[in-house]
Antibody
Framework: QVTLKESGPVLVKPTETLTLTCTVS??????????VSWVRQPPGEALEWLAH???????SYSTSLKNRLTISKDTSKSQVVLTMANVDPVDTATYFC????????????WGQGTLVAVSS | EIVLTQSPGTLSLSPGERATLSCKAS???????LTWYQQKPGQAPRRLIS???NRATGIPDRFSGSGSGTDFTLTISRLEPDDFAVYYC??????????FGQGTRLELK
C-alpha cells in the first residue's frame, strides 16, 4: 500500500526558512520509475506545482520559486525534504507531496497535505 | 512556460447531465503528458485521467479524456452526486514548471 505523509511546522515567521518532510511507504525512493513532487494550494486557490525529485537525483523547480526552494531525499529514511527560504505570508498554503510516475508523468498517490501559515 | 487555461471557471449542472471541461495549453504538448485531477473540499487531489485519455485504476468509465496538442477535454457522461467537485488539469511538458490549470468548479444546479 502506497502512502505519503507530510510533516512540518504549522506556523512560520516571515523571512524564516520552512522545512517540510514527506515520508513515504509502499515504494522505494530508489525505484527508477517513480519520484516525489511537492504541490501547494493557498486557501481557496488553485494548485501550484513546486518541485520534484527522482531516484537518480534529477530535480526540477518552479521557475518563480527556484531561488528559494531546495528539494532533497534520504532514501534510507524514505523521506523527501523541501525547504523554502525567506517565507512570506503569501506562502501560506496547504503543502502536498505526491508520488510521480515516469510512465505518464502523473501524480498517482498524494499525501493528505499539511497547512502552513506564515505570520509574525 | 506553458500556461494551462481551463474553462469554464464554474459549471452548473444537474445529476444525469453531461459535463464537458476544457483545458487549453499555451504551447503544444507533444508528449501528451496531460493529467486530470478531481479535488473535493478538504481532500487531496485524486488522479482521474493520465496521458490525456487513460483512465486511472478504479475511475468509473463515465469519466473520459481526449485531446492532443493544445486542446484537451474531460467529459463526464452522466453526472452523479459524488462528481461535484473542482477539476484540475496539469501538464508535464518538455521543461518545468509543470503547471496546473486554474481549475473548473462543477457545482450542483
Amino acid at each position: 500500500q502506497v502512502t505519503l505523509k507530510e510533516s512540518g511546522p504549522v506556523l512560520v515567521k516571515p523571512t524564516e526558512t520552512l522545512t517540510l518532510t514527506c515520508t513515504v511507504s509502499g515504494f522505494s525512493l530508489s525505484h527508477a520509475t517513480v519520484g516525489v513532487s511537492w504541490v501547494r494550494q493557498p486557501p481557496g486557490e488553485a494548485l501550484e506545482w513546486l518541485a520534484h525529485i527522482f531516484s537518480n537525483d534529477e530535480k526540477s523547480y518552479s521557475t518563480s520559486l527556484k531561488n528559494r526552494l531546495t528539494i532533497s531525499k534520504d532514501t534510507s529514511k524514505s523521506q523527501v525534504v523541501l525547504t523554502m527560504a525567506n517565507v512570506d505570508p503569501v506562502d501560506t498554503a496547504t503543502y502536498f507531496c505526491a508520488r510521480i510516475s515516469r510512465v505518464d508523468y502523473d501524480l498517482d498517490y498524494w499525501g493528505q497535505g499539511t497547512l502552513v501559515a506564515v505570520s509574525s | 512556460e506553458i500556461v494551462l487555461t481551463q474553462s469554464p471557471g464554474t459549471l452548473s449542472l444537474s445529476p444525469g447531465e453531461r459535463a464537458t471541461l476544457s483545458c487549453k495549453a499555451s504551447q503544444s504538448l507533444s508528449n501528451r503528458y496531460l493529467t486530470w485531477y478531481q479535488q473535493k473540499p478538504g481532500q487531496a487531489p485524486r488522479r482521474l485521467i493520465s496521458g490525456a485519455s487513460n483512465r486511472a485504476t478504479g475511475i468509473p468509465d463515465r469519466f473520459s479524456g481526449s485531446g492532443s496538442g493544445t486542446d484537451f477535454t474531460l467529459t463526464i457522461s452522466r453526472l452523479e452526486p459524488d462528481d461535484f467537485a473542482v477539476y484540475y488539469c496539469q501538464h508535464y511538458g518538455d521543461s518545468p514548471p509543470y503547471t496546473f490549470g486554474q481549475g473548473t468548479r462543477l457545482e450542483l444546479k
